[in-house]
């Protein structure tokens, strides 16, 4: 018997399977047209995001140690993290978004 992972929505197509650009839809590249991101990405170590070595240390002292909890931190929270600063914070953006992930959205 094949064990199915559990998946989570896509957040770059928002769980369609494509995305919509001017007059045609095209599939999302993030998720295949699945609309979905495995939960392995997600429980990935953050050093499978190839960041550099202060971005890692950054985020391992405030005990952030996978792709999961990294995803879960609005950008305001990573921004006030020790020694990080809008280089590091771009950096992150790209290495989630190779993903098709994102920080998680300010507000409530």
Same mark, same amino acid.
């Given at each position: ?24 839809r ?11 991101v ?12 190839? *960041? ?36 590091? !914070?771009?950096? !992150?953006?790209?290495? *989630?978004?190779? *993903? ?9």
């Open positions: 018997m094949t064990k199915v992972e559990p998946k989570v929505r896509c957040c770059e197509c928002r769980g369609t399977g494509s995305i919509e650009l001017l007059v045609r095209v599939i999302c590249t993030a998720c295949n047209g699945s609309g979905s495995a939960e392995a990405v997600l429980d990935a170590r953050i050093e499978s995001l190839d *960041l550099s070595l202060p971005a890692r240390t950054a985020l391992k002292k405030a005990s952030t140690l996978t792709v999961r909890q990294l995803v879960g931190c609005s950008e305001q929270t990573v921004r006030s993290l020790a020694g990080m600063n809008d280089p590091t !914070i771009a950096e !992150i953006k790209r290495a *989630l978004a190779r *993903l098709g992930l994102r920080l998680r959205p300010e507000g409530p």
